[in-house]
């Protein structure tokens, strides 16, 4: 999905949630939204953390306040797959969708899961571009068009499987899914990683792709800001 932005808003990317709620909420308060900007999540908004019904709430009432793109991450796509009977629930739940059970209500069933979560997170994209720049959660192949991208390796394929070099639209790549266990960002120049490692004591990490502009929140409530 392609659009063009006005060129006085911001575009902004915000790494994978993990369903670390007092992170997004303090990101949210330093960013200071505003209803021109877009706002790109690239994925993996749940599991993991202890509050994905919170950040999945917070982001519905997002829609009113700015622009509002969300992409399928892949543990999204592990929840579709267990509605949809492609995957044994015990097989999400290992990989952290015990959490995400729990933020809705502690019997280990999908009975108490919100039917609007379900229904709009199936309208979730596998890539986001403006004229200079693309988003995506995992991955992608830098000699094939990203309409034309295989959606397995933009969920799934992670920066250390394979190293992409520069995608031949010339746009610069914003993806989430490879954390940085430090905490800190990988920027490759054509393509720029913001998975840092919120869940497992890092920073959430939003990222202005213009102006390289960076904003960093924890779980214990702090909040830090610098440049790319």
């Known amino acids: 999905m392609a659009t063009q932005s006005s060129p006085n808003s911001r575009v902004i990317a915000i790494g994978d949630i993990h369903g670390c ?3 997004f909420h303090t990101l949210l308060e330093g960013i200071e939204l505003q209803v021109e900007d877009t706002l790109v999540i690239l994925g993996d908004v749940i599991d993991r953390g202890p509050g994905s019904r919170t950040v999945l709430d917070l982001l519905l009432e997002l829609r009113e306040q700015c622009q ?3 992409i399928l991450g892949n543990h999204e796509q592990m929840l579709l797959d267990v509605v949809d009977g492609k995957m044994p629930l015990r ?3 290992g990989f952290g969708g015990e959490e995400t059970l729990d933020s809705y209500q502690k019997d280990g069933t999908l009975g108490s899961f919100s039917e609007q979560h379900f229904d709009w997170i199936r309208t979730w ?3 986001y ?3 200079e720049h693309f988003f995506a959660h995992g991955n992608f192949q830098p000699k094939i068009d990203l309409g034309e991208q295989a959606w397995e390796e933009m969920r799934w394929l992670s920066l250390h499987q394979y190293s992409p070099g520069p995608h031949k639209s010339g746009k610069r790549a914003v993806l989430g899914h490879t954390s940085n266990k430090a905490g800190k960002i990988v920027d490759a120049g054509h393509l720029v990683c913001i998975d840092t490692y919120c869940h497992g004591g890092g920073w959430l990490t939003a990222l202005e792709a213009r102006t390289g502009h960076v904003w960093q ?3 214990s409530g702090e909040m830090r800001q610098k440049k790319l």
Do not use: I, K, S, V
Request: aromatic share 12%; glycine share 6%; hydrophobic share 30%.
């Open 21 to 23: 709620d007092t992170a």
């Open 68 to 70: 509002l793109t969300c």
């Open 91 to 93: 097989q999400w739940l």
């Open 125 to 127: 994209g596998d890539y």
């Open 129 to 131: 571009e403006t004229e």
């Open 217 to 219: 929140a924890n779980e």
